[in-house]
Nanobody, 127 residues
Framework: VQLQASGGGLVQAGGSLRLSCAASGRTVKTSNMGWFRRAPGKEREFVAAITLTGRNRYYADSVKGRATISRDHPENTMYLQMNSLRPEDTAVYYC?????????????????????WGQGTLVTVSS
């Protein structure tokens, strides 16, 4: 599977962006998926995850209430809507495909629970 993240850009604080992750090569409807980000000088961190049915969604505390993760099975695509963006949201955002069988909410927050990654899309929030 190949994952292509897009939708990043430069936005002012308080603005919004919608990130997309298009999958190709196979369907991803049988996999959990997630978004991570890496800010300059920091480790990759969890942002949000969505289970294969879309029923369960998990968010990092830092984005809870400002982010919405969703997926479109027919389009084989996942989204991350980010509102009320802050300068500290500046990072490269990566989408990822979850390892089959991982269901735990805690595990889905871990990098190790994902087996394929997109190339990343840069989000820059100016103050």
């Amino acid at each position: 599977v190949q994952l292509q993240a897009s939708g990043g850009g430069l936005v002012q604080a308080g603005g919004s962006l919608r990130l997309s992750c298009a999958a190709s090569g196979r369907t991803v409807k049988t996999s959990n998926m997630g978004w991570f980000r890496r800010a300059p000088g920091k480790e990759r961190e969890f942002v949000a995850a969505i289970t294969l049915t879309g029923r369960n969604r998990y968010y990092a505390d830092s984005v809870k209430g400002r982010a919405t993760i969703s997926r479109d099975h027919p389009e084989n695509t996942m989204y991350l809507q980010m509102n009320s963006l802050r300068p500290e949201d500046t990072a490269v955002y990566y989408c990822a495909l979850g390892e089959t069988g991982v269901q735990s909410a805690n595990l889905l927050r871990a990098v190790a629970a994902y087996v394929a990654w997109g190339q990343g899309t840069l989000v820059t929030v100016s103050s």
